[in-house]
Nanobody, 110 residues
Framework: QLQLVESGGDLVQPGGSLRLSCAASGFTLAYHCIGWFRQAPGKEREGVACISNSNGAIHYADSVKGRFTISRDNAMVYLQMNSLKPEDTAVYYC?????WGKGTLVTVSS
């Protein structure tokens, strides 16, 4: 069974950086994309970035392009977040297919 465990969320000042990690166990290459979503208070969950298992293609939400970088190293997936803004405040979730982690909280505030 696929399990996803996120870590790395924290309180950071605007303009700061964080790196989120997602440890995947029971991973299968059958899934098209492994990625990150986020859900801010009072808002719907939205896709942030994903990396394709088949060809390594990467996709980003427009709101994070140029600031966030997704990468993968075997069963670990990372999200490097730079130039963070208050609007990036959310719970960040790792996703593979229908599988979700429990999330890690990122708070951007001075």
């Amino acid at each position: 069974q696929l399990q996803l465990v996120e870590s790395g969320g924290d309180l950071v000042q605007p303009g700061g950086s964080l790196r989120l990690s997602c440890a995947a166990s029971g991973f299968t290459l059958a899934y098209h994309c492994i990625g990150w979503f986020r859900q801010a208070p009072g808002k719907e969950r939205e896709g942030v970035a994903c990396i394709s298992n088949s060809n390594g293609a990467i996709h980003y939400a427009d709101s994070v392009k140029g600031r966030f970088t997704i990468s993968r190293d075997n069963a670990m997936v990372y999200l490097q977040m730079n130039s963070l803004k208050p609007e990036d405040t959310a719970v960040y979730y790792c996703n593979v297919g229908v599988n979700w982690g429990k999330g890690t909280l990122v708070t951007v505030s001075s």
